[in-house]
């Protein structure tokens, strides 16, 4: 291994069988293989994706087909296409040769090993498969035999969260949730059929729904009324589009609009809730009727943006993990709070005065964020204001519910305030 992680060689019996040489992005360039007594060369695209757009094993050339960071074809030097067709965690499911000739269906045990193999380079959530039966991916190599890393995470003790154990283990692939979230770079996980990058889709700021993009590259251009959005939970791809009550899903397949049940049943109904149109105001723009949790005299306005928030925190709280941080009463506590809209520090979302009473900034991010296409947010998320909102709302629950969340007071702190922000995050986004 070298000092950032990567393996350079890999032996059995003591017998050397591959080594690897990366490069600055410590991205694979090239790969050696003692059997064929050859090397393969990795050549990659402008952009900084995980995955090479082309491969050179004397003499022959392989070019590799790239749609939002993930391989969707090859073609060698024959000219034959091998199209790649992938399930929600971009996992190739089948082959097809030229079009003509598909493989049999390949099937995997949750954490990755083989019941069935496709001839395909690129198995896995759509990693690089090595001849050692090892996962290459973009920043660490994992082996589907043990479903954990061979190289602990490369945050170190900061991707470590006291309160949830599943992350103890810095070994550990997606918090053991191999069959609903991904790591395409071995640093994060990210929910299936969702990468935590935005693209803007007919104007709308969404998330895009390829598995495994890479850093801060966001979906490319031609997003197109009918573009593959989102990968439904039965492998069906759907694309978000404006619709004349706000935004709707339509299937790829046949442009047949998709109810939000069966939104919700392919996975991606959440979607719906706080998107911001082409002018940034939110689709049936907030409630502006009267608010039960806020004085008498509070604006429409800030009555409105409190209901949107209030109803995306309500949203995360469904999801089991966010529930539980707040020990089931994230809810009730919610309901029960009373929020006032002040003047603070431009730079305060809100304030927890106690249990029961929140201060919101009238004139700061709770009101004023705004949601920029392509452009990551807040912690290096892309938020519509809608959902952003909602999360303001959770971190100030988790002052309420401190004897529960453990949250300690971090007005002044700024790395205490990232540090329980990202504990939010990590388990309600």
């Known amino acids: 291994w070298d000092p950032s992680g990567q393996m350079l060689s890999y032996s059995e019996g003591g017998t050397l069988v591959q080594s690897f040489w990366y490069d600055a992005f410590g991205r694979r360039v090239r790969a050696y293989s003692v059997a064929r007594g050859s090397s393969t060369f990795y050549l990659y695209g402008s952009g900084e994706g995980s995955h090479p757009v082309a491969e050179y094993t004397y003499p022959n050339w392989q070019n590799n087909v790239l749609i939002g960071g993930a391989v969707v074809a090859t073609v060698d030097a024959s000219g034959n296409v091998r199209y790649l067709a992938a399930d929600m965690l971009g996992t190739t499911r089948q082959t097809e040769l030229n079009l003509a000739s598909a493989s049999d269906a390949t099937r995997f045990f949750p954490y990755g090993e083989e019941q069935h193999s496709v001839s395909a380079e690129y198995l896995w959530t759509g990693q690089m498969r090595d001849a050692n039966g090892l996962d290459h991916f973009a920043m660490r190599t994992y082996a589907p035999a043990l479903g954990r890393w061979l190289t602990p995470d490369p945050a170190g003790l900061g991707a470590v969260d006291p309160n949830d154990p599943q992350t103890w283990n810095r070994y550990c692939y997606t918090s053991n949730l191999p069959v609903s979230a ?152 919610l309901a029960a709070t009373e929020y006032r809209f002040v003047r603070l520090n431009d730079e305060i979302g809100a304030e927890t005065i106690d249990a029961t009473h929140v201060f919101i900034n009238s004139s700061g991010p709770f009101m004023n964020y705004t949601a920029m296409g392509g452009s990551a947010g807040p912690f290096g998320r892309n938020w519509t204001p809608a959902l952003f909102r909602g999360f303001i709302l959770l971190h100030e629950l988790g002052h309420q519910l401190s004897p529960i969340t453990g949250f300690q007071a971090d007005a002044g702190s700024l790395g205490l305030n990232e540090s329980q922000s990202r504990m939010v995050l990590s388990r309600c986004f």
């Open 182 to 333: 991904s790591d395409p770079e071995g640093l994060d996980m990210v929910a299936a059929g969702r990468t935590g990058k935005t693209c803007t889709w007919d104007g709308i700021p969404t998330d895009c729904g390829s598995g495994n993009m890479f850093g801060s590259e966001v979906c490319d251009g031609g997003c197109s009324e009918l573009g593959s959005g989102y990968v439904g939970a039965f492998g069906g791809s759907f694309s978000l589009v404006p619709g004349v009550n706000g935004p709707t899903f339509v299937n790829n397949l046949n442009g047949a609009e998709v109810s939000q049940s069966a939104a919700d049943e392919e996975g991606f109904g959440w979607v719906l809730d706080g998107l911001a149109d082409p002018g940034g105001v939110d689709f049936g723009p907030p409630d502006s009727g009267g608010c039960a949790q806020v004085p008498s005299g509070t604006s429409s306005l800030d009555c409105g943006a409190l209901k949107q928030g209030l109803a995306a925190a309500n949203k995360a709280l469904t999801k089991p993990k966010c529930g539980t941080f707040y020990g089931g009463q994230g809810g009730p506590a």
